[in-house]
T-cell receptor, first 110, second 112 residues
Framework: RKEVEQDPGPFNVPEGATVAFNCTYS??????FFWYRQDCRKEPKLLMS???SGNEDGRFTAQLNRASQYISLLIRDSKLSDSATYLC???????????FGTGTSLTVIP | DAGITQSPRHKVTETGTPVTLRCHQT?????MYWYRQDPGHGLRLIHY???????DKGEVSDGYSVSRSKTEDFLLTLESATSSQTSVYFC???????????FGSGTRLTVV
């Protein structure tokens, strides 16, 4: 079983819509959680960390559910510029290795 | 982000030739990583380093070797390039796993 699994999408949503992505992880000892954004033919860039209490950054909200072993990303009021692939990333409490999901593709349509 | 650079950005090479990719950082981070990214597979770890001369294998290390003789440089060598190694290669650095990775801009390698 993969360490991290994501629905690859694609998600095609109109401007202004709210869209949510989920990501599940298999290791209950996972310690740190992140969402990355990757634009076409570019490197992944850190979007936000995910904290146990949940956290918000503008239109973006990240949640962690340890009991069910998933993290989520909610994007409100979608913009055309939000079109990208969103990767969830998990680390464990041993070593310094990061495990990546395969990414969820989002296209925001005018 | 100027803290990490990869070279070359693009390379075309012939099957059977050795190829070396370079990752250079100016952040003095302890951890450095090499990934490859292919459609349908996402990012897969090739090798990583947790200090000078300290390296370890990742998920897809066969056919690759690495060296880290200085904190700032992490080299990835394809010992005898094959067409299956055509990919986009990303280097990443990390000072603390609680703060995530920073990626380089990638190297697009084509083996013909």
């Amino acid at each position: 079983r993969k360490e991290v699994e994501q629905d690859p999408g694609p998600f095609n949503v109109p401007e202004g819509a709210t869209v949510a992505f989920n990501c599940t992880y298999s290791n209950s000892a996972s310690q740190s959680f992140f969402w990355y954004r990757q634009d076409c033919r570019k490197e992944p860039k850190l979007l936000m960390s995910v904290y146990s209490s949940g956290n918000e950054d503008g239109r973006f909200t990240a949640q962690l559910n340890r009991a069910s072993q998933y993290i989520s990303l909610l994007i409100r009021d979608s913009k055309l510029s939000d079109s990208a692939t969103y990767l969830c990333v998990v680390t464990t409490n041993t070593g310094n290795q990061f495990y990546f999901g395969t990414g969820t593709s989002l296209t925001v349509i005018p | 982000d100027a803290g990490i650079t990869q070279s070359p950005r693009h390379k075309v090479t012939e099957t059977g030739t050795p190829v070396t990719l370079r990752c250079h950082q100016t952040e003095n981070h302890r951890y450095m990583y090499w990934y490859r990214q292919d459609p349908g597979h996402g990012l897969r770890l090739i090798h990583y380093s947790y200090g000078v001369k300290d390296t370890d294998k990742g998920e897809v290390s066969d056919g690759y070797s690495v060296s880290r003789s200085k904190t700032e440089d992490f080299l990835l060598t394809l010992e005898s390039a094959t067409s299956s190694q055509t990919s986009v290669y990303f280097c990443a650095i990390s000072g603390d796993k609680n703060y995530g990775y920073t990626f380089g801009s990638g190297t697009r390698l084509t083996v013909v």
